[in-house]
């Protein structure tokens, strides 16, 4: 499978990083149980704005200078 490291090694360290475990390790589990679709579409769906997160996010506008 093609996953766009040319270092095996980078691409292992990387994958413990994010996984929390090597991808040996992560092989030898298995296959995860599958995801009830109704989960994955909620998951995918765009966070609105009453989103927890949303009023953290940086805004891409530039800032209004102030009144004088």
């Known amino acids: 499978m093609r996953v766009g490291f040319t270092s095996l090694g980078t691409f ?3 994958f413990a990083n994010i996984v929390g475990e090597s ?3 992560h092989r030898r ?3 995860l149980p599958a995801t ?3 989960f994955l579409m909620a998951w ?3 966070a609105t704005s009453t ?3 949303a009023s953290s996010s940086i805004s891409e ?3 209004t200078p102030p009144a004088s």
């Open 44 to 46: 995918q769906r765009p």
């Open 29 to 31: 589990r298995g296959p």
């Open 23 to 25: 991808p040996s390790e």
């Open 36 to 38: 009830a679709g109704c």
């Open 61 to 63: 506008k530039r800032p």
């Open 51 to 53: 989103h927890p997160t």
């Open 12 to 14: 292992s360290r990387t």
